[in-house]
C-alpha cells in the first residue's frame, strides 16, 4: 500500500529486493494503491528481476462495483501494469452487492478458466457476506473464494474465532492485514495525528481506530510494553504472527528496517503473553 504514495519507486525496489533476499515470497497490492502505481511499480521489479517461475506469489485486489461485462478489461489492466500473464490470487478488494450477482461470479470463474487467474479472494467481506458468495458459487458449479483477508491486530479484528472456524471448515485460507493498525499500536498518534502517515493521508481511515474500545486495548499493550520491556511494535506483530488459523499475515512498511522488525517479531512466540494483550477484551469488529 505504501508503494507510489508513502515511498517512491526506487525505494519500494529496495523494500522488495531485501524482501526476496530475506524469504518473503508473497507479494500483495491492489488497483486502487496509489491508483494503480503500486501495481505498476511491482511490475517493473518483476520485470527487471525476473524471477524464477514459481518462487514468486503476486495477489492483487479489484474495486466493485464488479461488472461483469467490465471484469476481463479490469484485471487485463491490472496484467498489463503487473507485467505477467496470470495474477496468482485476486481478491474482491471489499463487498458490495455487486459482488452477489450470480453472472459477477461467473465472469470470476471464466477469469479462472481463461488463465488469467489462477485462485480468487474475498478481502474485507464479513462472514455472512461470504457464506452468501460461497453459496452462489457451489450452487452453479463456479470457482469458489479459496483465500479471504480481512484486518486484525490487537486494537480491531474482523477475523473472530467464529468467522475462523466457519473458514477451516470450508477450507479457506486466512490472511490478515495491518498487525501495526496502521502504526495507532505504537502510540506515536497519541498526542495528534502524525503528518505524512496514513491517517494523515487517508482520513477516513482514523475512525477505524479513534474509537474508546481501540484505545482501551492500546492502553493495554503500552501497559504490557513497559512491564515486559519489549517495545510495542515488537508485542503486537509477535501477536498477529502467532496466530492460530492464520495462514499468511501482510506486513508493509517504507523501508527494509521495518521489515526486519516483522522477521524478528515471528521468533518470538510467548502465548501467556499474548493472551494477557487481549484478556478480557472482545475484538471491536469494523465489518458490519
Not at 452487492?97 to 489462477?118: F, I, N
Request: overall charge neutral; some cysteine.
Amino acid at each position: 500500500m505504501t508503494f507510489g504514495r508513502e515511498i517512491d519507486e526506487a525505494a519500494a525496489h529496495i523494500l522488495l529486493d531485501h524482501a526476496c533476499e530475506r524469504g518473503v515470497t508473497f507479494f500483495d497490492t491492489a488497483s486502487a494503491y496509489a491508483q494503480g502505481a503500486s501495481e505498476s511499480i511491482i511490475g517493473r521489479w518483476l520485470t527487471s528481476r525476473r524471477p524464477a517461475a514459481g518462487t514468486v506469489t503476486v495477489a492483487t485486489k479489484i474495486l466493485p462495483p464488479y461488472e461483469p461485462a467490465r471484469l476481463a478489461d479490469i484485471v487485463g489492466m491490472g496484467l498489463r501494469r503487473l507485467g505477467i500473464a496470470v495474477i496468482d490470487l485476486l481478491y474482491l478488494h471489499r463487498w458490495d452487492a455487486t459482488a452477489e450477482a450470480p453472472a459477477t461470479l461467473a465472469a470470476l470463474d471464466s477469469l479462472v478458466r481463461a488463465g488469467k487467474v489462477r485462485a480468487l479472494g474475498a478481502s474485507n467481506f464479513n462472514q455472512q457476506q461470504l457464506e452468501i458468495a460461497l453459496a452462489l458459487q457451489q450452487q452453479h458449479g463456479l470457482e469458489r473464494f479459496s483465500v479471504v483477508q480481512n484486518n486484525h491486530n490487537l486494537a480491531v479484528s474482523d477475523v473472530s474465532t467464529e468467522y475462523r472456524q466457519f473458514c477451516a471448515a470450508r477450507k479457506i485460507a486466512i490472511v490478515t492485514y495491518s498487525p501495526l493498525g496502521a502504526g495507532f499500536l505504537t502510540s506515536k498518534h497519541r498526542r495528534g495525528v502524525q503528518p505524512g502517515s496514513r491517517f494523515d493521508l487517508v482520513p477516513g481511515h482514523q475512525d477505524v481506530y479513534f474509537h474508546d474500545e481501540a484505545q482501551r486495548r492500546l492502553a493495554r499493550l503500552e501497559l504490557v510494553a513497559a512491564r515486559t520491556g519489549h517495545s510495542q511494535a515488537h508485542l503486537a506483530l509477535a501477536w498477529a504472527l502467532h496466530q492460530p488459523d492464520v495462514a499468511s499475515v501482510l506486513v508493509g512498511g517504507r523501508t527494509p528496517a521495518h521489515l526486519e522488525q516483522a522477521l524478528a517479531a515471528q521468533t518470538f512466540n510467548d502465548p501467556a503473553l499474548f493472551a494477557e494483550l487481549q484478556a478480557d477484551n472482545e475484538m471491536p469488529a469494523q465489518l458490519a
